[in-house]
Nanobody, 121 residues
Framework: VQLVESGGGSVQPGGSLRLSCVAS????????MGWLRQAPGNEREAVAA???????TYSDSVQGRFTVSKDNTQNILYLQMDNLRPEDTAMYSC?????????????????WGPGTQVTVS
């Protein structure tokens, strides 16, 4: 399984970014896909997840500002991030978990991408 993220960058507060994650040797019907982030000095946290049926869940910190979606035909996962805040600055990674429901539990994720940096300032 290979996961590769793109779309990170620098943006001003209130701005938007769209992250993408291309999955190889893995189909989205196999389980849940999630977006996790880690800022320097902080633990990694899951912020969004989507299950094989498209059901989603979000952390309180991004609810209403971030939207996770996927293209099952091309095996691409997206994270639309709007109204970005300085506290959203982090390395964002996509991850896959072989479970049939959306989860923000980090320990459930089996595969990770290297990440893409998001800086809001």
């Amino acid at each position: 399984v290979q996961l590769v993220e793109s779309g990170g960058g620098s943006v001003q507060p209130g701005g938007s970014l769209r992250l993408s994650c291309v999955a190889s040797d893995y189909t989205f019907s196999s389980g849940c896909m999630g977006w996790l982030r880690q800022a320097p000095g902080n633990e990694r946290e899951a912020v969004a997840a989507i299950d094989p049926n498209g059901k989603t869940t979000y952390s309180d910190s991004v609810q209403g500002r971030f939207t996770v979606s996927k293209d099952n035909t091309q095996n691409i996962l997206y994270l639309q991030m709007d109204n970005l805040r300085p506290e959203d600055t982090a390395m964002y990674s996509c991850a896959a978990a072989r479970i049939g429901f959306p989860s923000l539990a980090r320990y459930l994720y089996n595969y990770w991408g290297p990440g893409t940096q998001v800086t809001v300032s």
